[in-house]
Every structure is written in C-alpha cells, then in structure tokens.
C-alpha cells in the first residue's frame, strides 16, 4: 500500500442559507493514507487558507465517532463507503491513488444547508423533545436495582440507544425519511420497564412531530440501516410500527 | 481579597445535609420569576438545566454545537462511579470519598468531595430512572467493573458508551423541559463575555455562529459549565471545539482561575501517526484490567512484538508496582510509559508508544470474551490504525485527557464574580492534582442534579437582585468589546493559519508543561507563548468575514483565548515548587522517580487572578485542611 | 407541547400495507383461476365452467367494489406519499450509491414506477377481458376470449412485461407491508422475505407463462 496518494475533490460550496450552491473542484496531493478523511479536509482547507481562499465549512467534534456532528455524503454515501464508520473515522487508506471524490452535505428539507457541508439538524432535537424521555424529576427516583432488567433486554435497549443522531439515515434514504432515528429513540425507551407509563404517548407524539418537520416517509428499502454508522437495526423501524398500532388502539395517543 | 470556601461547619458527613438546610429557599411562585443562564449543556450543564427546569425557573441554555447532544461528555467511554456497594466487596461514600481525595494526591476540597461521594448514589438512581441502559447481569440487577486504581468495583457502564448514555439521559430531561416550555435553547451560540453588573453576573454575550450577530441575554444567575482547557495542547483526546474561552473571558470580568498547572495526562491513547494529525484518540481506560503493558527490555529493539521472547520485555507496571500493577492511576501510568521512552525504548515507528498486549487474556478467556468486553474499543482501534488488536499489542501513549484545574469556586460552586456558578470540568473542586478513572462523569451529574439547584436557589433567594434587562449600558458595552475583538481578528490578515499558531503553542506546552516539568523549560515556555502571542496578533490569517458562519474566525477567537491561558498555566506550574498528581516537576521527585509533594509549603488551592494581558496575574491561596483523610505519600507499590 | 396530528406517516403506510396484502391474495386467487387454462381437456372445460361460476356469483359486484376501493387506496395513498417524500428532498445529490450493493433500478427504489406500469398493464387488461373493449366477438368461451387476446403479438408482449413488473412490485411489495404492519421479529422477517420472493417469482411467471404458452408453443 502506498503510503500516499493524490486526489482530487469535488466540493459543494454554498455561501449561506439558501443562496444558490455549486461544485468547486481542488486537486490535492501527498495525502498520507492513515491520515482520516476529515484530516484530509484539514489539509485542505490549510491549502485554501495559504492561498487566501476561504475554507470549506464542515462540522466535526469529537473526531472519534461518538458525537455525530460530522457527516459528510462521500461519493454517494452517507459517511463514505465503509459501514460502521462515520466520516470521522474513515481513513485514507480506503481511497486510491487518482481517485475524484465527490463531497457534499446532508440533502433533506428538514435538514437546511448552512454554509458548505453544514446543515442544520436541529428537527432531531425537535422531535425528541415532543416524548422522547421519561418524566421523572431529580430526586424523585426509586432506587436502581428496585426494578430488575434482565441482560437482554438492557442489551436489545442499548442497542437502539447507540444512535449518536447524525442523520445518515436521512441523508441516505431515498425518501428522506428519519424513522431509523425516531424508531431508536421509541424502541430505547419500549424495551425498558422505566419507559413504559409514556409508552403510548411517545410513540404517536414523535411520530408526529417528525411527519409536521417535513421527513419523507419510509417505504422499507432498509438503506438507512445499511448507512448507520452505529449499526442500529431496521427492525427498530418495525418495531415502532407495532408501538405506533398498539397507542392508537389501546392507548392516548395525546397529552 | 479572601477566598472564601464556606465550607459548612461539622461533621464531614453531615456538613451537606446541615448547609442544605441552612441554604435560603425560593418560594415556588417566585420561582418561575428568575431566569438562569446555562453555558454548555454537557453532563454539568444538561443536567443543571433539566432540574432547573424542573424546579420552575426560567432555563436559557447556549451551546456552540448544532444540538445538545453533541457535547463532549459523549465521548466518555469507561464508566461512572458511585458508592453503591452492589458488590458487597466493602465500598462505602467513605472509601469512595478517601479513593477520590488520595487518588487527587490531597490537593482536593475535603468537603466536596465528601459531598460528591454522598450524591453519587442519587445519580445512578436518577439516570436508571431516566431509561440509561447500564450494562446489567442475567439476574437482572446492575453490573459493575473495577476501573482506575480502585480495588472495589464502583463502576457503571454502558458499554463503551457510558458518557453517550449518560449525557442522553441528561439531554432527555432537559428536553422534557424544553417541552414543557421551561428551558429555551439557544444552539450555535458561543458564550464570549459574562457581564457583571453591581459586582453579580447578571447577563452573557453570545455570538450566534450562524448569523455572527452578537446577542444579549440578561438572568439572575449564570452557570458556567463549559468543560476543561486540555486543547490548549493541541493534542488532547478532547474533541477539536473545546476551548477554555467562556471561563477565561469570566476571568476577564474578576473569576479566579484555579490549579491550571493540574492536567491529566492519560496513559492509554492511540500514538501520534503524523504532521496532520488532528487529536488524538483515547482507548478506555477500562483495557488495563485484562492488557499487560510493556515494552523491550533492550533499546532500540527493532523487532516485531510477537518475535520478542517473554524473557526479553520488560512489564514495567507490573515490576514497579507490584500490587496495583497495570491498574495504577492514569498520572503513574503515564509517567512511567514516558520514561521507558526516554530511555529508548518505546516501540511502533517513533518510539514513543509503549505495548498494551492482550495475548494473555485472550489466551486465559478467550477471544470471545475479550470481544465481548472491548469489542467496540479493539474495532475502534483497528479503524484507526488499520491494526489488529487481537493479533498485535496495541499501541498506546499518554496524551492530555482531562483538566482538574478550573474556575475556582466556593462550596455552593460559585466563583469569586458572584452569581457565577461553574459546574463539571470548567470547575476546580473535586478531583485535586489528579482525577481517577469515571469520576468526571460522576462530578458533571453531581454537580447539575444535585448541587447548584440547592445553592442557585440560595443566591437567588439571599441577595437582592434588581431586575435587569439587556438595555442596561454593561451589556452595550460587553457587546462592543466582543465585536472588536472579532473585528481585530478579521483585520490582521497576516500569513499563517490558525492551525499553524495553535499546533506551535500545543508543541511548546507538551514539551515544557506536558508530562514532566521543570523551571528552565517553564520559565522558557513563558517567553515563547509571549513572542507566539505577539506572532499570532501580527502574523494570523482569517479568511471571511465576521456575518457568516465562519469557522476559521471561531478557532481563531478560541486560540486567542489560549495563547493568553497558557501563559497562566506556565505561571502556575512554576510556582507550584513541588510534585503532585499530574503534576511533575523534575526537580521533585523520590529516588525510585515517584512525585514528591511539599505539603508543608503547597498544601493550597493556587487561585489566580487576572491583571491584564502579558501582566502578572495574582495569587490568592486557598489552605486546605485535612479533617478525614491524613496526606500521606501515594504509593501503588 | 409538541406533535399531535391523526393520520400519520406511519398509518398511512399501515394502509398502504393492508390493502397491499390483500390485493395479493387477490393476485393469488385470479392466478389459480388463470392457471386452469392449462387444462386443455374438453375445450377449457375447467376454465369456462370456473369463469361461469365467476360471473354468475351474485357478489360479484361487491368484491369488484372493494377490489376498486383497495386498488384506489393503494394507489392514491401511495402517490400522495411519494409526492409528500419527493418534497423532503427538494435538491438531489449529484452522486449516489447504495450501501447495500443495490442499482438504483433496485424492486425498493423503483416501486411506485413498477407499481405505475402495472397499473396500465391492468388497465388494458379490464379494457379487454372486463369490458371487452378491443377484442368483442360475441359467442365465444371464456377460454376462447382470453386466447384471442393473448395470440395477438402486441398484447402477448403486454402480457408479458405487466405480470413480470408485478412480480418484481411484489418482490419488495410483500415483505414490505409485513413490517409496514410492524410485524415480526427478526426470524420471522427472514421468512416473510423468503415467502415474498418465492410467491413474487410465481405470480410473475405464472402469469407470464400464458401468453408465452399461447405464443409459442400453442399450435
């Protein structure tokens, strides 16, 4: 494996909100292939900034796949092409010596394009605001071996709970659908005694709120578990289904 | 000035319940009268704006991400501790609290500490409460891991994912209250001035990182809890937009900055690949309870890990420390993986990394066992380096990690500006001159859950506080300072990128305040970060404008910050004549290389405080008195 | 306080999936009945007399009610679905690629294209064999009708593509209402998978093997 090579970058640049965008293309040569893909931009926008060119504007925090604020669509895929992986931890290796790599950011209405590669995903936390915690108060809780849960059941929660709320299940859904998201928030919450009084409540209202921000709807291509960077299973999605029919027929639905 | 702890009166164990009685109460129709202002919403200020909420006030809430969520308590792996005693295997609040103050080599507040180990139980209720999915056993109850130089297990965990689940757990709530319309959030806001008027905080700047307005919110308390300053090494295992700029503009308007000197250096992180490397990645602490670390026992042994026989490596934890051996906490760790090092005989292509090999384990457990511990951390590995953990030692080498210095604060968490209130990291209180592994989140929670809601609610109900709005002139000219600044920055297109000044001031603060210290190099880091200064004010290129979304233009307001820090954390390493924690000056150490501490003189909380850039700023000691836990030297042997 | 509407997302898809399977056991009753064509004994006896009962049922009327209704449903709702979700996505990306190895011709992504060119494969279908509107000879059997229809080139090509696309709509379409109804855990999908692709791959050829038989092989 050669230890570097040389690319060339399509980059979608959009000045702000709105503003008509395009595709700049920027050669870039002797990338070190254990260098991440978000280094790699590093290295360009080092470039861009010596020539006294502006930047490309991307979000990325922790840089170790847990905080979920980088997501990048790489040649066509949510985070790049390996799985599991979110783009921060996508590495250079992967690519090849000439390779053109198209960049460009999260594409959903309800996911607006800031500058560059930022968008604003802040329908997320809309959405988990409408149901997707538990009502108790400081103070108020019983103590945390009162209510035993059995391993699995603990593990199958934590698994739904994985989900770091990037929107690759959006960005790589053909319909722009964000039910991967809100079905692993519903199903964390299903699968534990503690969630059980809002079961009901918490279903209908997110599903709702996430239907008012303008999400397509999911017609089962299971895409969006294929670009989960954490892995969260599509039977989440069906799951929340069964959720969703027993609240309507059994439940409130409203609070 | 004074400084005063308040640190009630009596019996260790009763001083909390007694000062919670003796705080002053908020009427609950009153409540809903004040507004707080949260900065951060990690652990500390998640948490604090959820009970807030829940309590009734008015909760403003400003973070710099997109969404809450993203804060960098996620990215806490190991666990969080709490005096349970699910084990039965002798753990206590007694021993959680003696662990933390001798784990913190006696250079913390007693009285916090105490209180934190009492708390710790209500957390792990509260987040099982909340639907975090700790790790469980077949019967149902609660698992536990030992973790850190501890010899109970203590430790709650969530996977890998502990701090993941534990900030979800606090965003949750504190969406709750979003809902119930008693917080407001306010994301892409980067907190850039705390205004003071009639000597209380009463309001906060902000600049909206979308639009580059400068905002103005007005309240009755401010909450700091705005994380550690470990980017100021460049380097850290902190995620890149942390930064030590909202408590060091606070310092600005007369906060005092506690211990800077005290930073973590943690022992387990994936080495350095190359020039472009833009953090570094921490491996869980968690890895040292089944990984044996060593290295060859010749230098510049060139051999790969498997070709080198058993009798030729040398497991230095385990010779030097017999009892605790590879679980030795992070400070000793660290210093000891630095010395083989220096000695030469570090392995991987720089030299500077030491094994951490898991074929005992796996040869004992199995693979499958060995996967389904660390399953995610040896992929996480894998991923970065694009080597196979369960087929070669892994690599690792100390990097910072974790800031015990921070804003000083008084028992009830309020700084020297009154009405300030500092939570988690951005604080100094708890963790003295080294913190012990899944304590951080423990302190984070403590303190939102469990403190400030008592003692904000004193400050608000004992002082008198005029009503303020953002029309008072404080704000118009807090407002006017934070636009020049921007506008100075934007106006000195100079050459170099921010990058560049910001890796020069990491490279100069690794080499002279980094895992080992001494007076030559710390007097000379002082005069190079002065010129690099300089250097950045003359030299700096920030491409943009100051209306926009200008990411250049935020890192540069954020190194600004730091190249006036470090200056102060040079100062304080220097002045601090002595060993301790994370703190090592080469001048003071045993024979056998461990740190010495001078109790006798440094026996003290350092709290600084500022006099103007490039100015000496001025010491006010904090004595610390042991009641409980005696100073003795720390020894792992 | 946030969301709070009625027919939502998730059960309008729940519709779309129940009137999906039962337009299957539909697809799979008019197959049994197509099949006896092949029963060549005593000039299609078994079809005619089958075709016969068929039309003499008193409820007929009723179940071509409903089979409207669920037709007009499945169909309405799921345009108004795709038109909603075209909506969420108003600027495209410029390159795409799946993660699960899948063209984009792939049955999931192109279900409502499927769906539509089935829809006018069955179109010409009632034009011919309900309303009798291109082919009307009077006095001929069933059996007779449907074989002067499929002989004809231009139709057998017809009826051919439209059964094909069916099945390929059903590859995806079965298992897909299953979990839009939110049924099943993880072995059970898997075998819901494999029951739709294997009916999915008899309905098409089932159905397409009549105008061959009739084309090719038929003297």
Redesign the interface.
């Known amino acids: 494996m050669s230890e570097s090579i040389n690319v060339t970058l ?1 980059v979608w640049r959009q ?3 709105g503003e008509p965008g395009r ?1 700049e293309t920027y050669p870039l040569e002797n990338v ?1 292939t ?3 893909f ?3 931009l ?2 360009l926008n ?1 470039k ?3 020539t ?4 490309v ?1 991307f ?11 980088c997501g990048l ?1 790489v ?4 985070h790049g ?3 599991e ?1 979110a783009t921060c ?1 996508l ?1 250079m ?1 992967r690519f090849s010596d000439g390779d053109t790599i ?1 960049i ?1 950011p999260w ?4 996911f607006p394009v ?2 560059d590669l ?1 968008v ?3 329908a ?22 009162a ?5 699995d059941r ?2 199958a ?2 698994d739904a ?2 989900c ?2 990037c929107g690759a299940c959006v960005a ?1 859904c ?4 964000a039910m991967l998201f809100v079905s692993a928030k519903v199903m ?2 299903a699968r ?1 005694p ?2 059980d009084p809002e079961r009901t409540t918490r279903v ?9 921000e ?10 969006c578990e ?2 989960c960077p954490k892995g969260i ?1 599509f ?1 989440n ?9 027993r609240a ?1 027929v059994t439940g409130r ?3 | 000035m004074t400084l005063e702890s308040k640190i009630p009166s009596g019996p260790m164990d009763k001083k909390w319940s007694k000062h919670k009685f003796d705080l002053k109460l908020v009427a609950p129709a009153n409540k809903r009268k004040h507004t707080i202002l949260v900065v951060g919403t990690g652990l500390a200020g998640a948490s604090a704006a959820a009970t807030l909420g829940e309590l009734g006030y008015n909760v403003k809430a400003f973070f710099f991400h997109d969404s809450p969520r993203r804060a960098h308590s996620i990215a806490a792996q190991g666990g969080i501790n709490a005096a349970k005693n699910y084990q039965n295997d002798g753990d206590s609040v007694h021993r959680l609290f003696y662990d933390t103050v001798k784990g913190g080599d006696f250079r913390a507040r007693e009285a916090n500490v105490h209180r934190l180990a009492e708390v710790s139980v209500n957390i792990i209720d509260q987040c099982v409460a909340q639907g975090v999915p700790f790790a469980r056993e077949y019967g149902g109850e609660l698992a536990n891991r030992s973790f850190g130089g501890a010899q109970v297990s203590r430790t709650f965990y969530a996977r890998g994912q502990t701090g993941q689940q534990l900030l979800l757990g606090a965003y949750s709530s504190m969406m709750r209250q979003v809902d119930n319309g008693k917080v407001q959030l306010f994301p892409r806001r980067e907190m850039l001035d705390v205004v003071v008027i009639d000597g209380v905080a009463r309001g906060v700047v902000c600049r909206n990182l979308v639009t580059g307005e400068f905002e103005s919110y007005a309240g009755d308390a401010v909450l700091l809890c705005t994380g550690g300053y470990g980017n100021v090494f460049y380097l850290s295992t902190n995620a890149k937009n942390c930064n030590v700029t909202a408590a060091w503009r606070a310092v600005k308007r007369g906060a005092f900055f506690a211990n800077p000197c005290f930073t973590q250096i943690h022992p387990t992180c994936i080495p350095q690949s190359g020039e472009y490397q833009s953090k570094l990645t921490l491996m869980s602490e968690s890895l040292r309870n089944d990984g044996r670390v060593w290295v060859p026992l010749r230098k510049g042994d060139t051999r790969s890990a498997r070709e080198i026989p058993e009798s030729e490596r040398d497991y230095f934890l385990e010779r030097r420390y017999p009892s605790f051996g590879n679980l030795v906490p992070r400070d000793v760790a660290s210093r000891a993986s630095k010395a083989v090092c220096d000695e030469g005989r570090g392995v991987g292509p720089t030299g500077l990394a030491v094994y951490l090999d898991f074929a005992d384990a796996i040869g004992r457990d199995g693979e499958t066992t060995i996967r389904q511990k660390y399953g995610n951390l040896f992929q996480m590995y894998a991923k970065i380096t694009d080597d196979n953990p369960y087929e070669v030692p892994m690599r690792i080498y100390p990097a910072v990690h974790y800031t015990m210095g921070g804003l000083w604060v008084d028992y009830n968490l309020e700084s020297t500006v009154p009405g300030l209130f500092v939570l988690g990291e951005a604080n100094f209180s708890d963790h003295g001159a080294n913190r012990l592994g899944a304590s951080a989140l423990m302190q984070g929670l403590a303190d939102g859950y469990f403190i400030v809601p008592y003692t904000v609610g004193s400050h608000i109900a004992g002082r008198k506080l005029d009503k303020v709005t953002t029309d008072h002139p404080a704000f118009a000219d807090a407002e006017r300072s934070c636009r020049e600044m921007t506008t100075r920055l934007l106006g000195v297109q100079g050459t170099r990128s921010v990058d560049s000044f910001h890796r020069e001031l990491g490279m100069t603060l690794w080499n002279n305040c980094g895992m080992a210290r001494n007076d030559e190099g710390l007097r000379s880091a002082r005069g190079k970060i002065r010129e690099l200064r300089d250097a950045f004010w003359k030299d700096v290129r920030v491409t943009g404008k100051g209306q926009e979304l200008n990411q250049t233009l935020e890192h540069a307001g954020r190194l600004a910050d730091f190249l006036e820090f470090a200056e102060l954390l040079v100062v304080d390493a220097a002045e601090r004549k002595e060993s301790c924690g994370g703190h090592f000056r080469e001048e003071y150490q045993t024979e056998e290389g461990e740190a010495m501490r001078d109790d006798k003189n440094f026996q003290y909380v350092a709290a600084w405080e500022f006099k103007g850039v490039g100015e000496d700023p001025a010491l006010h000691k904090e004595p610390l008195e042991f009641e409980e836990v005696h100073p003795s030297q720390r020894s792992y042997k | 306080m946030k969301g709070n509407s009625a027919l939502s997302s998730v059960a309008q898809k729940l519709v779309i999936g129940i009137s999906g399977l039962l337009l299957c056991g539909f697809v799979a009753a008019h197959l049994a009945g197509n099949l006896l064509l092949y029963i060549t004994d005593g000039n299609y006896k078994a079809f005619n007399e089958y075709a016969k009962n068929l039309h003499d049922f008193a409820l007929l009327p009723v179940i071509e009610i409903g089979l409207l209704v669920l037709f007009l449903v499945h169909i309405v709702l799921t345009l108004w679905m795709q038109l909603q979700s075209s909506k969420a996505r108003p600027e495209g990306y410029a390159v795409r690629k799946s993660k699960q190895g899948r063209g984009a011709v792939a049955a999931q992504n192109i279900m409502h294209l499927s769906g539509l060119v089935v829809l006018a494969f069955i179109l010409l279908h009632l034009a011919d064999l309900r309303f009798g509107l291109r082919f009307n000879e009077d006095g001929l059997s069933p059996a007779q009708t449907v074989l002067q229809v499929l002989r004809d080139p231009v139709s057998a090509m017809f009826y051919t593509i439209g059964p094909l696309l069916l099945g390929y709509h059903l590859f995806h379409g079965f298992q897909s209402s299953f979990q839009s109804l939110g049924l099943g855990g993880e072995r059970f999908m898997r075998i819901v998978k494999i029951v739709g692709a294997v009916f999915a791959v008899v309905v098409a050829v089932g159905f397409a093997s009549l105008p061959v038989w009739v084309t090719l092989l038929r003297k």
Do not use: W
Not at chain 1, 126 to 144: F, H, L, T
Not at chain 1, 206 to 212: F, I, K, L, Y
Not at chain 1, 214 to 223: I, K, L, R, V, Y
């Open positions: 399509k000045s702000g909100p595709f070190s254990h260098a991440s978000l280094e790699m590093d290295i080092q861009l900034t010596n006294g060119k502006e930047p504007a979000d990325s925090d922790c840089r170790e796949g847990i905080c979920g604020s669509m040649d066509g895929q949510a092409p390996d799985t992986t931890q590495h290796r198209t460009e594409r959903a209405r309800p800031l500058k930022v604003d995903r802040s997320f936390d809309r959405i988990v605001e409408a149901g997707g915690y538990n009502s108790i108060n400081a103070g108020n809780a019983p103590d945390a071996n209510i035993l849960i059995p391993k603990a593990e929660a934590m709970a994985a770091i709320g790589a053909k319909n722009a659908s964390h919450f534990l503690q969630g209908s209202r997110m599903v709702a709120q996430m239907d008012e303008g999400f397509g709807s999911c017609t089962n291509t299971t895409e294929a670009a299973s039977s999605i069906v799951e929340l289904r069964r959720e969703f029919v309507q639905t409203s609070r």
